[in-house]
């Protein structure tokens, strides 16, 4: 785990950000068969310049997601057919459920995957 110094002060629910982090802790750590899961925490300008954000990012060396499946995967039940990932069991909700959670504490959750090479998943919230 990485953590930003200074520390970071953060005004937000609690038990959603917990759930959020959680869900995107055990993804990483379900579809990482053999590698790493990195969490980072930092405080950083948002892209126009402006107010600052605090972004939470979860990184694996995992099996990645192919690009054509990227499109669906913060859909209700969707869940993605790939021999690599076919043994991970879920209901297909826990992404779905993170970017449901991620907007009610005004936050953004997006993610960049190079297919065979991991994902990262990042929460972005304002500084306040």
Same mark, same amino acid.
């Given at each position: 785990m990485q953590l930003a110094d200074p520390a970071i002060?953060?005004? $937000?629910? !609690?038990?959603? #950000?917990?759930?959020?982090?959680?869900?995107?802790?055990?993804?990483?750590?379900?579809?990482?068969?053999?590698? $790493?899961? !990195?969490?980072? #925490?930092?405080?950083?300008p948002d892209h126009d310049g402006g107010q600052h954000v605090i972004e939470f990012s979860v990184a694996d060396s995992g099996a990645g997601i192919r690009e054509e499946d990227?499109?669906?995967l913060f859909q209700a039940f969707s869940q993605l057919d790939s021999t690599s990932t076919r043994h991970a069991e879920g209901a297909g909700l826990g992404l779905y459920?993170?970017?449901?959670?991620?907007?009610l504490?005004?936050?953004?959750l997006f993610f960049k995957s190079d297919f065979g090479h991991g994902s990262t998943f990042t929460l972005a919230l304002p500084a306040r």
């Open positions: 002060a953060l005004e $937000t629910d !609690r038990r959603a #950000l917990t759930q959020i982090l959680l869900n995107l802790g055990n993804n990483a750590i379900k579809f990482t068969e053999a590698g $790493t899961v !990195r969490v980072t #925490l930092a405080e950083k990227q499109a669906k459920l993170c970017q449901n959670l991620a907007n504490i005004g936050g953004t």
